[in-house]
């Protein structure tokens, strides 16, 4: 099986909200969201390797040095491997973290956060 780019499913709102509220309940003091800009994504889906270009993003839960929680994106291909760097210092494959957490960066409108 390949990756195609359609993977994924959009859910209702209401969904959100219940999914959301039962994470919140079980993780409470915890990390609620990230926020990555657009211009980073864009960049990131931008990526292509020996093995082809991306056609989706897979992201990784991730607890740093500090015992925070983190999310860590890397494009991937259709055929369904990661582009990631062919050295720990290559520099020409991007790896996303660093994204703005809520809290304390939280919308106004509460519907997702419990």
Known sequence: MAFNGKEG?????QTAIRWTKHYQRENPGRVKAIFYGKEKLQQLLAEKDKQGKAVGLRIYFAKDDYGEDKLILVAATADENNILPEGENDINYMILDDGAACPPKCPGQEDLLA
């Open 9 to 13: 499913e959009f859910i209702s709102l």
